[in-house]
């Protein structure tokens, strides 16, 4: 009697004790640099956080995101209201190279650090101790040097198609900013496709992300040379150039392109677009999901992703689709943790796929 009692207590207590997952969700706080909503350096940054949300569901995440709106001195400051949230788990953003300033903020508390899209670099972690270090439990980022490269090489493609001539193209880039490292990639991406192509650069400076101020750069530029391709680091800046370009009424192609898939600005639309990355907020949480879970190798916990796709990719449209008809929610992000029986390859493709 005694033993059955028993092994029915057991089977209770299986049965009707909350799972682990339901009374041990994860806390997590994002202080992303951008802002809320849509503004001049586009709606990469509230879309990131829109994947964020998605993932957190799926996941069993509590995700709190603070934002910094382009402002890095505001961003050492919300450290401070991150302490105060008392997160398992905070991500951040090496924008403009304030990561360690704010890791050291953090320190003393430990609070672990997962770092997205920009990380650290060797010398930025020669500032940091062993402890600070230590903190620091993985990150995810995309092959920015492979994009700058890529977006060149498009445009060079599409003004072959269009324009026949012997005359090398001129160039104009524009530049994100002068200390972040996706910036600093792409422009080293851009000047390594630049050396296997026969072109003339005219000017290559940075524009702060801002489409007013690739507007007033590209419209100045265009009083005194001609341009024939314009490569921008992020889609803002790629559609002020198309704005100064149609001001100024040019009367041969300029072919343009950026990096971002920002898919807001119907009247100034560019000629290519590389993007994808925007998900990798989402592949974040996964990622600290399964470390905290202890079902990630050492080993995978820093991650570099080849997300990058162009806007000519066969999975552009679906991708197009997926946000602007409001349907990130559909994404099964479980899909990609390693606790699933078959987790899949995160790619843009495999987003589309693991839509419910």
Known sequence: MNQVLCRYSVIFIFVFLPSFSSIAALNIVFLNPGHPDENATGSFWSKVTTFMDAAAQDLNIKLTTV????????????????????PDYVVLVNEKGIAVNIIKTLAPHNIPIFMLLNTLNNKDLSKLTEQQKSLIKGSVTPNNSIAGVQLLE????????????????????????????????????????????????????????????????????????????????????????KKAVTDAKINYPVIIGGINWDFDEPE???????????????????????????QLNQEKTVQQINIFESSLSPHYKGFKQLMTQGKINQIDFSRFSQTHKNPLTFSIENLIKAMH
């Open 154 to 241: 498009g445009l060079f493609n599409i003004f072959h198609q269009q324009v026949t001539t012997t005359t090398p193209p001129k160039l104009l880039a524009l530049q994100g900013d002068y200390t972040t490292p996706a910036s600093l990639q792409r422009e080293q991406g851009f000047h390594q496709a630049l050396q296997k192509n026969k072109a003339q650069l005219i000017d290559s400076s940075v524009s702060n992300w801002s489409k007013e101020m690739a507007y007033y750069k590209t419209k100045g530029i265009l009083w005194h040379a001609q341009i024939n391709i314009i490569w921008a680091a992020n889609d803002a800046m790629a559609f002020g150039a």
């Open 67 to 86: 934002h910094a709106n382009r402002d890095h001195i505001f961003m050492k400051s919300l450290a401070t209201t991150i302490i105060k949230l008392d």
């Open 268 to 294: 100034y639309p560019v000629d290519l677009s590389l993007g994808g990355h925007v998900t990798l907020g989402a592949m974040a949480l996964v990622m600290i999901n399964d470390i905290a879970n202890n």
